[in-house]
């Protein structure tokens, strides 16, 4: 019956949730945009130094010159310039390892639901090593 937004179980796995899978992962993409925020006032400030500096024109043509003596455009110097905040790094433990297929069904599952598809996974290996030996 205690299905509902209060149930303490619900309660109790919100927070898990929240401080072992979604509170370390918060905390690092923070961390990788605090890195990307301080990256880029950086260049700004170095930029603005540069342009008062006024470089020679050559020096800007030498440095959007690609490794094969193409001059790239501004939209492929924006792509390589690119921040990558959000990587695919996919779920991780507090440990910043990521977590295997069957930590994360544990985690998501109820116990009794979890502990059900393991029974129904053995049961399934255990027929299929019987017909492996019958041939």
């Known amino acids: 019956m205690a299905k509902g937004l209060r149930s303490k179980s ?17 905390k690092a993409r923070m961390e990788r945009l605090k890195e990307a925020a301080v990256a880029s006032v950086a260049e700004q400030k170095k930029e603005e130094t540069a342009m008062t500096d006024a470089p020679s024109t050559t020096a800007t043509t030498e440095a959007t010159t ?29 440990e910043g390892t990521p977590m295997t297929k069957q930590e994360k069904m ?16 053995a049961r399934s290996d ?10």
């Open 106 to 121: 544990k985690l998501f599952m109820s116990r009794n639901a979890y502990r059900k598809k393991m029974i129904a996974k």
């Open 10 to 26: 619900m309660r109790r796995n919100r927070a898990h949730l929240r401080t072992m899978v979604f509170g370390p992962a918060e």
């Open 126 to 135: 255990a027929k299929k090593q019987m017909k492996l030996k019958r041939r």
């Open 66 to 94: 690609e490794e094969r003596g193409r001059i790239s455009t501004g939209a492929a110097a924006a792509d390589s310039t690119k921040m990558e905040v959000d990587g695919a790094s996919g779920a991780s433990t507090a």
